[in-house]
């Protein structure tokens, strides 16, 4: 991916040097119990990957009840210039944000760029305690995005899927939840909670994570169209990432049956599809998800 060189968005804020608590090391307490790798991979199915709703899994990380104050107000740290990755991760936020002001301004809206934090282990969020262990996140509340630079290691030794635009492709599946989110989609997706059963409200995070699987492939079209950042192999890299976490190939991997009933993401060929969908038409329309009679 041809990164190096080009703007860095100043909507960056590092926070790994605060020590917050929870560190990254060991296993992750998921509603106040300690539970191990096994259990990790099947808990990525329901918010590990990608950004189930975190207004309903940082309430169970932070005990229930009325999420922590955000992180107080003050001056943003930035990150420090030698440091390639947080530079890499700059850069590939600065880039949605230019594809995303062109996209909204032809629609006759204006687009409000989200913040990125860098944080190690855990952090306070407007949706409660993040932990790094739920991988990236988008937090409605606060619009912002989430992560630890941790995970990128383990999408690349333990998810078998390395490479710079699968690292890109995370960041722009985020953005494209803050997307959703300016749209009002995520809000009326919100709204059907306790309306609807849990496999129907399953189907409909599905359909709200592939859309976001579309608005990463949006943002790749309109980016390769205005500044040729695409080098052999990457939308490879990319296809791969879906393929590794789709909720079918989470749950294979942790050795279990397969239960359609339970996704809340996708299947690896679903991901794959609605990121490609995206990539070549390069249409918000064309994201529709839940108008499609099939996903």
């Given amino acids: 991916m041809k990164w190096e060189g080009n703007r ?28 191990g790798i096994g259990t990790i991979v099947i808990a ?11 207004l309903t899994i940082l309430g169970l990380l932070s005990g229930g009840g ?10 943003a740290q930035r990150p420090p210039a030698d440091d390639t990755m947080a530079r890499f991760v700059s850069t590939v936020l600065a880039d949605t944000e230019d594809v995303w002001q062109g996209v909204f301004q032809q629609g006759g809206a204006r687009y409000q760029e989200p913040q990125l934090v860098l944080f190690r282990g ?3 969020t407007a949706c409660g305690t993040g932990q790094a262990a739920m991988g990236p996140f988008y937090c409605p509340a606060d619009q912002k995005v989430y992560i630890d630079l941790g995970f990128y290691e383990t999408l ?44 129907e409200y399953n189907a409909l995070s599905v359909r709200l994570e592939l859309q976001a699987d579309c608005f990463a492939g949006v943002w790749a079209h309109h980016a390769q169209r205005a500044r040729q950042i695409l080098e052999q192999g990457d939308v490879e890299e990319a296809m791969n990432a879906a393929a590794r976490i789709g909720d079918d190939a989470l749950q294979r991997a942790n050795g279990g049956a397969v239960v359609p009933e339970s996704f809340t993401h996708g299947t690896s060929a679903q991901r794959q599809r609605w990121f490609h969908n995206g990539l ?3 249409s918000v329309k064309g994201c529709d998800t839940f108008s499609a009679r099939s996903v």
């Fill in 122 to 124: 855990a952090t306070r």
């Fill in 280 to 282: 070549q038409n390069g």
């Fill in 66 to 75: 009325a999420p922590p104050a955000a992180h107080a107000p003050g001056p």
């Fill in 8 to 35: 860095e968005s100043d909507n960056v804020e590092d926070r790994r040097g605060e020590g917050y608590g929870g560190g990254g090391g060991g296993s992750p307490i998921f509603g106040g119990r300690s539970i």
């Fill in 44 to 54: 990525l199915v329901g918010g590990w990957i990608f950004g189930i709703n975190p």
């Fill in 156 to 199: 690349k030794n333990r998810l078998g899927a390395p490479g710079d635009f699968a690292q890109a492709y995370v960041i722009a599946h985020e953005v494209g939840h803050h997307v959703q989110n300016q749209l009002g989609i995520s809000g009326k997706v919100d709204q059907m909670r306790g309306r609807v059963s849990k496999a």
